[in-house]
């Protein structure tokens, strides 16, 4: 049984002979086992010469970070079908764009997403680039969703390095530096196992590998055709990998959320506003309320803070955690008097059902505590 050294600075790299039977067990693995996904051509759709759509494959890169494939599957199906085009998405309103994201989440992904449509259909008469450079001098495209959407749109050689590749390569590696201090060697290693002759196929393949195979907890070392590559099962303490430092606790941010509503049944609408472009949930629709503090202590009282001066009642707490902090809100809802002039910059949202609201999850779990 062979293993692939653990990559230190003094580790050598896997012999040419290794790297070539790695490609062709992961390829052959692949052929049989890879993921169906609705913005994927399978290796015997690009055999039977179906080539890929770039528009699709970008607008599926973008959607796949920081999400999963279950979750980010309803949202692309849903832009498809109202932007078929990258065309179609340059030209609709940013508003109209930014509703149908909510819920997936990092929301600078969605202002980037209609900044690098327009740029696209503008700039570049609709067609992508399909050098990294070109890539990476688009909104919203770093380093490595370039090298994705280089692989798997245009088949062209590349090195895509996502969470499941990061985890794939520490293992067959054995890699002891923690992340996020051990980027540079992971990138490094995943480079020099890329299939040239496949890249496309390749870059699927080591993704899927990971998502379905070398999972987080209980790897499937059994059914994986790199178990006689990999230093970690050779040592048998695979789960130890990737080392990761050590987390930090997150803080903690308070706020007040005001929900206003009118009507009833599927007529309900609420009070709302666009936040700043720049900043958390930037661009995106939110109830009133008052800034984020560290303090709850500092926070203005519910009559100096409320949007209108309406017969306001408690109506609970909701918490949201975001990468970097958890949110706590206090939820206060009031009937709107028609007598009373809506804020600057307010309009109503109809929210039956919630989840066409165009509101973020926060917002969301506020307007239900509300009502």
């Known amino acids: 049984m062979s293993t692939v050294s653990a990559l230190r600075d003094d580790a050598a790299s896997p012999a040419s002979g290794d790297i070539a039977a790695m490609r062709a067990r992961l390829l052959a693995w692949y052929d049989r086992e890879g993921r169906t996904l609705p913005w994927r051509i399978r290796p015997e759709e690009r055999a039977a010469g179906r080539?890929?759509?770039?528009?699709?494959?970008?607008?599926?890169?973008?959607?796949?970070?920081?999400?999963?494939?279950?979750?980010?599957?309803p949202y692309y199906a849903k832009f498809l079908s109202l932007w078929p085009t990258v065309h179609d998405l340059a030209n609709a309103p940013r508003e109209e764009v930014m509703a149908a994201w909510a819920g997936l989440g990092y929301y600078a992904r969605a202002r980037n997403l209609?900044?690098?449509?327009?740029?696209?259909?503008?700039?570049?008469?609709?067609?992508?680039?399909?050098d990294l450079e070109g890539l990476r001098a688009l909104p919203g495209i770093g380093e490595y969703t370039a090298h994705a959407i280089r692989a798997a749109a245009f088949n062209l050689p590349a090195s895509v390095v996502d969470a499941n590749v990061e985890r794939v390569i520490t293992r067959i590696f054995r890699i002891e530096t923690p992340l996020p201090s051990a980027k540079p060697q992971i990138r490094k290693a995943a480079a020099?196992?890329?299939d040239p002759d496949r890249p496309g196929d390749y870059a699927q393949a080591i993704m899927d590998l990971g998502a379905v195979v070398c999972t987080p907890r209980a790897p499937s070392c059994g059914a994986c055709p790199w178990e006689v590559h990999c230093a970690a099962r050779a040592a048998g303490d695979q789960?130890?990998?990737?080392?990761?430092?050590?987390?930090?606790?997150?803080?903690?941010?308070?706020?007040?959320?005001?929900?206003?509503?009118?009507?009833?049944?599927e007529a309900r609408e609420v009070l709302a506003r666009t936040r700043p472009d720049k900043g958390l949930l930037g661009g995106m629709l939110e109830v009133p309320g008052t800034d984020w503090l560290d303090d709850a202590g500092a926070l203005p009282s519910p009559e100096e803070a409320a949007p209108l001066a309406l017969r306001w009642r408690e109506a609970g707490r909701v918490t949201h955690v975001f990468?970097?902090?958890?949110?706590?809100?206090?939820?206060?809802?009031?009937?709107?008097?028609?007598?009373?002039?809506l804020p600057d910059?307010?309009?109503?949202?109809?929210v039956h059902p919630i989840r066409a609201a165009g509101l973020p999850t926060a917002m969301k779990k506020a307007v239900q505590a509300a009502l």
Do not use: N
């Open 51 to 73: 080539a890929s759509d770039p528009y699709a494959v970008w607008l599926s890169e973008i959607m796949l970070q920081q999400t999963t494939v279950p979750h980010a599957a």
């Open 114 to 130: 209609h900044a690098c449509a327009q740029a696209v259909s503008r700039e570049l008469a609709g067609v992508f680039p399909s």
């Open 192 to 194: 020099s196992l890329a």
């Open 239 to 265: 789960e130890r990998y990737p080392v990761k430092a050590a987390k930090k606790a997150k803080p903690v941010r308070h706020g007040l959320a005001f929900v206003v509503f009118r009507g009833s049944g």
């Open 323 to 341: 990468t970097h902090f958890e949110l706590r809100l206090t939820v206060f809802a009031a009937p709107f008097d028609a007598r009373a002039s």
């Open 345 to 350: 910059g307010a309009r109503w949202v109809g």
